[in-house]
């Protein structure tokens, strides 16, 4: 399997980390060595000194297809969960300045923890899902699907043309605003609507 994963998804992150607002979704993969399930400890890596937590909605795809058309997106994914894209925000900024590939700041080994999914029909309106992060019972993000640049079925759809997405396969939909460091000893807990669905530490 593979995780797709969408930066720069919601105004208000774009201007924390002053991005430019992007024309088509930012794309980027994790491997599978990344995920970390069952509400494992995250070990925080020695590598860097600044892993920020960015909190996401996660779409989990149930049908094999390319080329999607957004008219049809919907039929591809059926579950949905939240997870964290650990950033190692100190090695992004040198990949950015350079112009380099962000691998080794995003698809490092356990940065993307998932929690538990749901059925995609627990949830009216696809278009307006909040979420939340907090971390030592502090809120620290908080996202609604009615704020996404690129909507589930557009990001399908875009990625859908150069990856063929498989049963299974992971989509990160970007995080909203209020990402910031982790420290060993930190426990973050990932709620969609008000249901927990992720509860780790990190260590
Ligand atoms: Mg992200």
Redesign the pocket.
Known sequence: MKII???R?YAA?IEELQNEKPTEPVVFLKPDTALLKNNEPFYHPEFSENIHH?V?LVLKIKKEGKYIDPKFARNYYNEIGIGI?F?ARDLQQKCKEKGLPWEIA?AFNGSAPIGEFRPIANYPDVANISFHLDVNGERRQTGNTSLLLFSFDVILAYVSQFFTLKTGDLI?T??PAG?GKVAIGDRLEAYVEQEKLLDFEVK
Do not use: L, Q
Request: aromatic share 8%; net charge negative; no cysteine.
């Open positions: 994963a969408i930066g998804n992150h960015e996401e894209d950033t995003k990160f970007g995080t990402v």
